[in-house]
């Protein structure tokens, strides 16, 4: 299973241009705005591009120059919508049963209660949405999709008005559920976690414009570009002046570091993962003096500059454990694989 889209949608003040090729589940991972569910609604055909192509297994679902545009109903696309939209005058049962289009009642009747009976919705089915709970609804919405055996599935930011319990226990439940459908997903989500765990490749867009695509594990590795690490959750990031192959300067730092690896001449920025600075590295390690220490649930999370760091520059941010002793930090410092070279985009 696979998808390719490369699409261009004017909305006058936003304009959306987007080129991606993926298979299996894929995240559009971005800040709200940035063009994810707009997107996804040109996939679903409830928008209709100015220009470009959709395709998905080889079947073409839009294609400006050949003048093709099949209505939703013939993309055989799933959509789950932020709200599940679930028809409040229609019971559990009811609603999943408008997914399956057969007309034989006794098949149709058999195929909604294999779905109820999979997604765990026996004792509410004859419930209605406002009598369940959001993750009953969930799961009704994914149900009434995949009875109509879709080619693909479009998630659109569906924990997002979920409470924090809530979120987890449903995103490992969702997890489980993609791993057995066989098409593709795609998620749209502001959530990096989401993203990581439910997506085995993550697109990062930005102001209409998908930044990077990878597989998620290594995209969040090494993000490459400044607003996917930013996205990605990177607090520490600084512009960079390279001076040559393996030598960069950090210019609020006024630190000069040599690096094995070979630094592209559009290289402009660093960044350091706030879990990725270490008390007793050897090879980047300075002083520091400490701005702020945050306590949070589990962690600390201290501000800190640099000896010599420019004042008006950003703090750097640390993480660490609360079972560690954070008096006595003294200095802390980088390996060269905690590295992130950022371009500018």
């Known amino acids: 299973m696979s998808f390719s889209l490369k699409i261009h949608k004017d909305f006058g003040s936003f304009q959306l241009n987007v080129d991606i090729s993926s298979s299996g589940t894929l995240a559009l991972l971005g800040p709200s705005g940035s063009g994810k569910s707009l997107t ?25 120059e050949k003048r093709i545009n099949l209505p939703p109903q013939e993309r055989n696309v799933g959509y789950m919508f932020q709200s599940y939209a679930l028809f409040p005058n229609m019971n559990v049962y009811q609603n999943i049963a408008l997914g399956y289009k057969e007309k034989d009642k006794e098949i149709k009747k058999q195929k909604v209660v294999d779905m109820i009976n999979l997604f765990q919705l026996e004792k509410v089915s004859n419930l209605y949405p406002k009598q369940i709970s959001g993750g009953e609804a969930q799961r009704t919405a994914l149900a009434r999709i995949l009875i109509g055996n879709p080619e693909m599935i479009l998630l659109d930011e569906p924990f997002s008005a979920l409470d924090e319990h ?5 995103e490992l439940e969702m997890k489980q559920i993609l791993s057995t459908y066989q098409g593709d997903v795609v998620l749209v989500t502001h959530n990096r976690d ?16 998908n930044v990077v695509i990878d597989k998620t594990k290594e995209l969040f590795k090494n993000p490459r570009y400044l607003s996917a690490a930013i996205i990605s959750g990177c607090k520490n990031i600084y512009p960079i002046e390279v001076i040559d192959e393996h030598n960069i300067f950090i210019t609020d730092f006024n630190k000069k570091l040599t690096l094995k690896q070979k630094v592209d001449s559009d290289i402009s920025y660093i960044g350091i993962r706030a879990h990725a600075l270490k008390e007793d590295n050897k090879t980047f390690i300075y002083p520091i003096n400490i701005k702020d220490i945050e306590e949070e649930p589990f962690e600390y ?14 703090d750097i941010y640390y993480r660490t454990r609360k079972d560690k002793k954070i008096t006595n930090i003294t200095q802390l410092g980088f390996d060269e694989e905690d590295i992130l070279l950022l371009k500018d985009k």
Do not use: M, W
């Open 194 to 209: 989401e993203a990581y765990l439910l997506s085995g490749n993550t697109c990062i867009i930005s102001h209409g414009e």
């Open 301 to 314: 999370l201290i501000r800190f500059k640099y000896e010599g760091q420019k004042e008006d520059s950003e």
């Open 166 to 170: 809530l979120r987890t226990k449903l």
């Open 40 to 64: 996804l609604k040109c996939i679903a055909g409830i928008i209709k591009p100015d220009s470009g192509y959709i395709e998905v297994n080889g079947r073409v679902l839009f294609d400006s």
